[in-house]
């Protein structure tokens, strides 16, 4: 098959995120969240998050506007703070308001919270600012930034509806629950057919889809580098507008395969999970 022509990939690009806008028909909790979750509370809230067309016109919803710049459009206004090619909606998709791909929605009122990786307490800045230096592959952006209040400001706008002490049933990926052992040869077959025509024969994306591995991509500490983050991700929301299509094998391989490809270091990783309960599919 010979190469797509640009135009051909902008409408088809334009057509699939009219495809994702409608919500995904799966929702479950994160593995490791959910369930702690379920526990403790007595109400389950519903996913009801205000639209972004709906943030107020006053100078808090100035404040909330920028947050969702900066989620949306991280390369633009976020410049300073990133190191590679994407924004922060690559993977928090649409703003942060899909519930199968780490949804914004909710979370402000599950921190501060105790994170293993870092084994403290983190503050929902610290946890943003995590994926600033990993995901996003830069750096952490000062305690009273304005930018960093914003997203702050964005992400407990979007937690406005939920009832005090209720579960956030939706948070994080759904975990893909299987005992496959990952096969990153078959992985880069699956990557070939399914993936290549948006991210590229190597990897470095091209106008349809973000890079998934190479200097432009997130870094090793990040939690898309590890396995079953990945696969989950994959197999809810990849190919992009046809998720839940990829069997639970081609997801975890392919994820293995992408995770096998080279990308940037994260030095300081040698300080995660201080205290131990470092997850099997963590790469270092
Ligand atoms: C039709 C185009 C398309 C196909 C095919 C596709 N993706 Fe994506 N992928 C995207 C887009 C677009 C995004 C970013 C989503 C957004 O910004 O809304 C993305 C995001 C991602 C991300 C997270 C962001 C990043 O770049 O690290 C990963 C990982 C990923 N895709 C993996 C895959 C894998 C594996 C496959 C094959 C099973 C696949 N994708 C197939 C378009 C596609
Ligand atoms: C390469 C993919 C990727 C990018 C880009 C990314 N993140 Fe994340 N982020 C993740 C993953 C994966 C998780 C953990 C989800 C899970 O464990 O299920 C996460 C978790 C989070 C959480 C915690 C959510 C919760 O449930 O407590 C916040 C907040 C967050 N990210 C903010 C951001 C912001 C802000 C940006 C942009 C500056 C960003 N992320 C960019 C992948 C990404």
């Not at 902008?10 to 028909?25: A, G, R």
């Not at 995901?135 to 702050?152: E, F, H, Q, Y």
């Not at 991210?199 to 500490?221: A, K």
Request: charged letters at 20%.
């Amino acid at each position: 098959m010979g190469r797509p022509s640009s135009a051909a990939i902008v409408l088809l690009s334009m057509l699939l995120v009219t495809i994702s806008c409608v919500p995904p028909p799966r929702v479950t909790g994160n593995e490791e969240t959910a369930g702690r979750y379920h526990m403790e509370s007595a109400v389950d809230a519903l996913f009801a998050p205000p639209s972004p067309e709906a943030i107020p016109g006053d100078l808090r919803g100035e404040q909330i506007r920028l947050g969702y710049e900066m989620v949306v459009n991280t390369q633009e206004y976020g410049k300073r703070y990133v190191g590679n090619a994407l924004n922060c909606s690559n993977c928090h998709l649409d703003g942060g308001l899909n519930p199968n791909a780490a949804s914004f929605v909710g979370v402000s009122v599950l921190y501060p919270q105790y994170r293993e990786r870092a084994g403290r307490q983190v503050t929902l800045t610290d946890r943003i600012n995590e994926c600033f230096e990993r995901s996003m592959n830069g750096k952490s952006l000062p305690s009273d930034s304005v930018k960093l209040t914003a997203i702050v400001a964005y992400i407990e706008w979007l937690s406005q509806n939920m009832p005090p002490g209720s579960a956030v049933p939706w948070r994080g990926i759904p975990r893909l629950n299987s005992t496959h052992h990952p096969d990153p040869l078959n992985g880069k077959k699956v990557y070939e057919k399914k993936c290549v025509f948006c991210h590229g024969s190597d990897g470095q994306g091209t106008r349809g889809g973000p890079p998934v591995w190479g200097p432009r991509s997130y870094n090793i500490g990040a939690d898309m580098a590890r396995t079953i983050v990945a696969a989950s991700f994959i197999k809810a929301n990849m190919p992009r507008g046809w998720g839940w299509t990829v069997t639970d094998d081609e997801a975890i391989d392919a994820a293995s395969y992408i995770n096998a490809q080279s990308r940037p270091d994260f030095p300081d990783k040698i300080h995660d999970w201080p205290k131990g309960n470092k997850p099997s599919d963590a790469p270092y």
